[in-house]
């Protein structure tokens, strides 16, 4: 019973890193573009993108 909980908590737990580090990535090549966005905007931008994922 209790190895079955641990691994839903692993997969929740990968897919946030991956979406943490494509964030990161996404964030350092704004910065070499010298790009800027508001953190507001930054916020819509991920609600939106979990509302998509459900």
Same mark, same amino acid.
């Given at each position: 019973?209790?190895? +079955?909980?641990?691994?839903?908590? +692993? %997969?929740?737990?990968?897919?946030?890193?991956? =979406?943490? *580090? $494509?964030?990161? &990535?996404? &964030? *350092? $090549? +704004?910065?070499q !573009? %010298?790009?800027?966005?508001?953190? !507001? !905007?930054?916020?819509?931008?991920? =609600?939106?993108?979990?509302? %998509? $994922? &459900?």
């Open positions: 019973m209790l190895t +079955a909980n641990p691994q839903t908590i +692993a %997969e929740t737990s990968d897919s946030s890193k991956l =979406e943490l *580090y $494509r964030l990161i &990535g996404e &964030g *350092y $090549r +704004a910065m !573009e %010298e790009r800027t966005c508001t953190i !507001e !905007e930054v916020r819509k931008k991920l =609600e939106k993108r979990r509302k %998509e $994922r &459900g």
